[in-house]
């Protein structure tokens, strides 16, 4: 019963860990914050637009490639908007995402600010299974 058990539970971690390169990673933090974070939107005092390719084991088949477009402005004195346009291939899996994103921000002194954010989005996700069989 216990090797039932152990061999269950093998199968199961196996099961979880392989999940993981479904996930976007990108190692470019600084040049695309607005990805993570909507709040940087229009932070900066003029057009900002950063366009980003990463692909990994590329002489591989199936292997993972990220396309990643931010786009964002000041549109008003404290408002900001912006735009995240991002593809994610991995094998038979593919992920493609459009987010806008607005933020507000609040001076609370002569060198400080609190800004806030919103993001919106929509996706095209085809897992893959059609081609798979």
Known sequence: MKKI??????????????????????????????????AVAGLTPSFKANLLNRSQWSNLPGAPNTVLLTLDNPLARNLGGGAVIYRHKVGNFEDITLNL???YRIKTGENSLIQFG??????????????AF
């Open 5 to 38: 058990i152990f061999a269950y539970a093998l199968v199961l971690m196996a099961v979880y860990n392989s999940s993981a390169q479904l996930y976007t990673t990108l190692g470019q933090f600084q040049t695309v914050q607005l990805y993570y974070n909507p």
């Open 101 to 103: 994103n607005l933020s």
């Open 118 to 131: 919103l993001k919106a989005g929509a996706s095209i996700i085809d897992n893959g299974l059609a081609s």
